[in-house]
């Protein structure tokens, strides 16, 4: 026990996993019927602060190279900025390049506050290198290509449901 005092982020871990398992126990469609249909989307609404966890797990972990933690924090980020669009009937290719932008610049915001307060790299530098494609393609502009290509996709998903009219239909 020594160990997850000593090293934090298997405390942060532990924690999540342990929220992990209760969502794991209560899956099954028995566990549906005995807790209720409302009682259950509570407990399962407990993924929205595993998640958020379970990266902060990854970061500590990491230390300095979070490449892909920030990657991860950048899809968490688009997920849930796209569950809102969708709720308020948002979700269209406007919005969703909306939501790529905000979402690539929060996950380049991460990378800048992490590294600076983490291994004291000035922000200046960090914006550089994420500009820079020489070393490494940055986080950031995975989830920007990412979430553009989700934008295309929901382009095209809209003009194929656009209904149209046939000769059929016209008479012709």
Same mark, same amino acid.
């Given at each position: 026990?020594?160990? +997850? +005092?000593?090293? /934090? ?41 595993? $998640? ?6 990854? /970061? ?23 569950? +809102? ?11 969703? $390049?909306?939501?790529? @932008?905000?979402?690539?610049? @929060?996950?380049?915001?991460?990378? +800048? ?29 995975? $989830? @920007? ?14 003009? @194929? ?12």
């Amino acid at each position: 026990m020594s160990e +997850v +005092v000593y090293r /934090f982020y298997l405390g942060i871990g532990m924690i999540a996993l342990i929220f992990l398992l209760i969502l794991a126990a209560t899956s099954g469609e028995k566990k549906v019927r005995t807790l209720g249909a409302e009682d259950w989307n509570k407990i399962h609404k407990l993924i929205y602060l595993i $998640v958020p966890i379970g990266i902060l797990h990854f /970061f500590l972990k990491a230390k300095v190279e979070i490449s892909l933690p920030i990657l991860l924090t950048g899809c968490y980020l688009w997920l849930m900025g796209w569950r +809102v669009l969708h709720s308020r009937h948002l979700d269209t290719t406007a919005g969703l $390049v909306g939501l790529s @932008l905000t979402a690539a610049g @929060l996950t380049l915001l991460t990378e +800048v506050v992490w590294l600076s307060l983490k291994a004291g790299i000035p922000a200046r530098e960090i914006l550089d290198q994420s500009l820079d494609f020489d070393y490494e393609i940055k986080s950031f502009w995975i $989830v @920007l290509a990412a979430g553009f290509v989700l934008c295309a996709a929901q382009y095209i998903r809209q003009r @194929l449901r656009t209904p149209r009219t046939s000769a059929l239909q016209t008479g012709a």
